[in-house]
């Protein structure tokens, strides 16, 4: 709704907001000790909404502002669907998470791009703007929203951010570069740092997966 009024640094804000409690269900339920199939079910049809609906709509709203900076000589009817591309964000968020939950593989680690870490990237493109002003280039936008999107979907190795201890080794370096990659974005970007941060997990993960592959490590 706050995307859709305009309002795209709330709209935003509020992913962050359902991240928060996407960790805290978890939390919550390894904490008491319960689970049950349909709290998994609803678990992913949340995720569709705060990770798929939500930066769907944000992009969808950037798009169409986006287009006002096109010159009315190469303006035409076809920018009035060109935007409707922000509907791949939910549908292939949702086959994402349908993947994720028969798929018994991915503790440790993620095939295809997260949903929360794509909303991250695309939900707060709109921000970055302010201060990567390519951002506000309508095809560049139009190009990531169909790039991310398929992200989601793809085989390629993501790295899981959960720690299972805190040492400084293996899985956990990489985590912690990103981690010290984030502090030192967001007070430089503010809001506008996560799609840099996003960035910085996608090369992070990429790099350690093939020297992993390179046995390097």
């Not at 920018?79 to 991915?106: C, G, H, K, M, T």
Request: one cysteine or more; charged letters at 10%; aromatic letters at 14%.
């Amino acid at each position: 709704m706050s995307a859709l009024k305009g309002n795209l640094e709330t709209a935003a804000i509020f992913i962050i907001i359902a991240a928060v409690f996407d960790f805290l269900d978890g939390f919550a339920a390894r904490l008491l000790k319960v689970s049950s199939a349909i709290g998994k079910e609803l678990d992913s049809l949340a995720d569709v909404v705060s990770f798929g609906v939500a930066p769907g709509m944000i992009i969808y709203t950037w798009l169409v502002r986006c287009t006002e900076g096109i010159s009315p000589l190469h303006q035409g009817a076809i920018y009035d669907y060109l935007p409707f591309i922000a509907l791949l964000v939910p549908a292939l968020s949702a086959v994402r998470l349908a993947r994720f939950n028969i798929d018994e593989n991915q503790a440790t680690s993620f095939l295809g791009l997260p949903t929360p870490a794509n909303a991250m990237f695309l939900g707060f493109l709109p921000l970055a703007a302010e201060k990567l002003v390519f951002l506000n280039n309508f095809w560049i936008v139009w190009g990531l929203t169909v790039i991310f999107s398929l992200l989601l979907v793809t085989n390629i190795w993501m790295l899981s951010l959960k720690f299972k201890d805190f040492k400084w080794q293996g899985l956990n370096i990489a985590r912690y570069i990103l981690l010290i990659i984030g502090v030192i974005l967001i007070p430089i970007f503010g809001w506008g740092a996560f799609p840099i941060i996003i960035m910085a997990y996608i090369i992070i993960s990429l790099l350690y997966h093939a020297l992993i592959k390179l046995q390097v490590i």
